[in-house]
């Protein structure tokens, strides 16, 4: 009788072994930062701060004016 065997993925280079996964999963000082979530952040927090330094200018002017 023959033993049929399971086939195995290919392996490339680009993909992690599993090990490392594990290692890398058990390793709690180990974070992977997410750029884009955290430049979404970053940029919200921007916008937000400059429209309310223009509301604050255009208050200030409206109020100088006499208005």
Avoid: C, D, Q, W
Wanted: charged share 20%.
């Amino acid at each position: 009788m023959f033993r049929i065997k399971k086939s195995k993925p290919k392996i490339s280079a680009e993909v992690k072994t599993f090990r490392t996964v594990r290692r890398l999963n058990i390793n709690r000082t180990y974070t992977s930062l997410k750029i884009g979530v955290a430049a979404g952040y970053i940029l919200l927090g921007l916008m937000s701060a400059s429209s309310s330094m223009f509301g604050i200018i255009v208050g200030a002017l409206l109020r100088a004016a006499g208005y």
